[in-house]
């Protein structure tokens, strides 16, 4: 079946330290690949996404690569900040386009000043 | 981006009571809904997905007749909980997407926090 698998957390770190996030997924075909966002009190929010192999997704400072060699899309940031401690998702839907979302557990991220 | 909104944010009840969940779409029309759940630690889990003016779609396991959805309008599911009990205590979530949002993109509610005594 699909599934997806990443790091517990929570992830502690100072400020202007980098970020590794590691995800890796199991999944038919050839899925789409998702890191959602989620700050407090809010809805989760799409970071970036990927939807086929060696593709990067990147946005705000985030990167991920889908390798499909690997099953990994591992989220990487170069210089976090304190507004980055979130939980992160890691997802995928088994084809391409936006159908079901298959979730990771997510990963909380504290970054100390 | 959509905005996505839930109400209530959290709820307590009774066992035995029923509990509605809203979840709207604000600045979009929701040709599709989709609830999740989620436990303490674990990964969303959806539960249903529901087309404007059509029955929802059930994931496995998952009880029907215990998780009333409707999609009435473009703007607004609802997920009636009945008869709830404790195990039923959760963090639910929804999403919605459709017309003028986004490239066919889920966007998410902040949840809803429901407690069964």
């Known amino acids: 079946g699909n599934s997806v698998t990443q790091m517990e957390g929570p992830v502690t770190l100072s400020e202007e330290a980098f970020l590794t996030i590691n995800c890796t997924y199991t999944?038919?075909?050839?899925?789409?690949l998702f890191w959602y966002v989620q700050y407090p009190g809010e809805g989760l929010q799409l970071l970036l996404k990927?939807?086929?192999?060696?593709d990067k997704g990147s946005n705000k400072g985030f990167e991920a690569t889908y390798r499909k060699e690997t099953t990994s899309f591992h989220l990487e940031k170069g210089s976090v900040q304190v507004s980055d401690s979130a939980v992160y998702f890691c997802?995928?839907?088994?084809?391409?386009?936006?159908?079901?979302?298959?979730f990771g557990t997510g990963t909380r991220l504290l970054v100390s000043p | 981006g959509a905005v996505v909104s839930q109400h209530p944010s959290w709820v307590i009840c009774k066992s035995g009571t029923s509990v509605k969940i809203e979840c709207r779409s604000l600045?979009?029309?929701?040709?599709?809904m989709f609830w999740y759940r989620q436990f303490p630690k674990q990964s969303l889990m959806l539960m249903a997905t529901?087309?404007?003016?059509?029955?929802?779609t059930y994931e496995q396991g998952v009880e029907k007749d215990k998780f009333l959805i409707n999609h009435a309008s473009l703007t607004l599911s609802t997920l009636t909980v009945t008869s709830a009990h404790p195990e039923d205590s959760s963090f639910y979530i929804c999403?919605?997407?459709?017309w003028g949002a986004g490239n066919n993109e889920q966007f998410f509610g902040p949840g809803t926090r429901l407690t069964v005594l």
């Open positions: 999403s919605a997407r459709g």
């Open positions: 999944a038919t075909g050839y899925p789409s």
């Open positions: 990927a939807t086929k192999a060696d």
């Open positions: 997802a995928l839907t088994p084809t391409r386009g936006f159908q079901k979302l298959v």
């Open positions: 600045d979009f029309q929701a040709t599709t």
């Open positions: 529901s087309n404007e003016g059509s029955k929802a």
